[in-house]
């Protein structure tokens, strides 16, 4: 039986991913800030047979990605699959944006999951088996004005994605990048942008059909993965348009609806 790793498991998109991964009889390691949330989610999924062990961290803070392997290594749990799901997002003109949202993305979205795959990582290579995805975004592919932290966090995870997984081609490793679009989860209301076009005029996507996308994926060993025909489409759009032209289009789209 193998063990999956998943930030962000309290709720959307990780909480989805967590009942996949349970329903396959995986034993699961559940990362989130929330002990309370936590605690349901392993009830819930305690029905399905699996072990379960929980951490209530939040991953930006320096110390929690280290703390949290160092814990696993501890209790003998080797990590066979690693979902970084974690991550946010905030809505506003960067000059108006607080420190601590601006350097709290960078935190969370790059600097957790950089460091959660690098500590991880070595270990898989060295068993010839593991599986890796990092949860991006398509606001990945284009800049994002009024959620410019955010979008050029994403498309770092991109970036960095596709590059190890070129890395680890022949290690017995998969890394897949899984870059879902809008989406019902509370990322929206946290973030400040459910009041978007985005959200009110095109919608969003179901959190437990996206997941069932990103976990084929990775099941798959895929590099990349766009969650919707629609989100593919305007993700590919993105390569050919005039640079200023995505990122007007990426500002309509973002800003308020009417």
Not at 179 to 186: D, F, I, N, S, V
């Amino acid at each position: 039986m193998s063990t999956a790793l998943i930030t962000g498991a309290s709720g959307g998109i990780g909480y989805e991913l967590a009942k996949l991964f349970a329903h396959d009889q995986h034993d699961l390691v559940l990362v989130a800030r929330s002990t309370d949330k936590l605690a349901q989610v392993a009830a819930e999924l305690q029905s399905a047979g699996v072990a379960i062990k929980t951490f209530a961290l939040d991953l930006a803070a320096p110390p929690a990605p280290k703390f949290l392997f160092d814990q696993l290594q501890r209790e003998s749990i080797a990590v066979d699959i690693l979902i970084n799901n974690a991550g946010f997002g905030a809505f506003g003109e960067f000059a108006q944006m607080s420190e601590d949202d601006i350097l709290g993305q960078i935190a969370l979205n790059i600097t957790a999951l950089t460091e959660l795959t690098r500590l991880f990582l070595p270990r898989m290579i060295k068993r010839g088996s593991g599986r890796i995805m990092n949860v991006a975004s398509t606001a990945g592919f284009q800049p994002g004005p009024l959620m410019a932290v955010y979008y050029a966090t994403k498309a770092y995870v991109i970036s960095f994605s596709e590059a190890i997984a070129n890395e680890v081609h022949d290690s017995g490793v998969t890394v897949t990048c899984f870059c879902p679009g809008a989406t019902h989860t509370g990322f929206a209301a946290r973030a400040g942008n459910d009041v978007t076009r985005l959200f009110k005029k095109f919608g969003a996507m179901n959190a437990e059909k996206v997941a069932l996308d990103g976990y084929r994926a990775l099941m798959e060993g895929r590099t990349m993965a766009i969650s919707g025909a629609r989100n593919w489409i305007i993700a590919q759009s993105t390569r050919f348009a005039p640079r200023k032209m995505v990122t007007a289009v990426s500002r309509w789209v973002s800003d308020k609806a009417e």
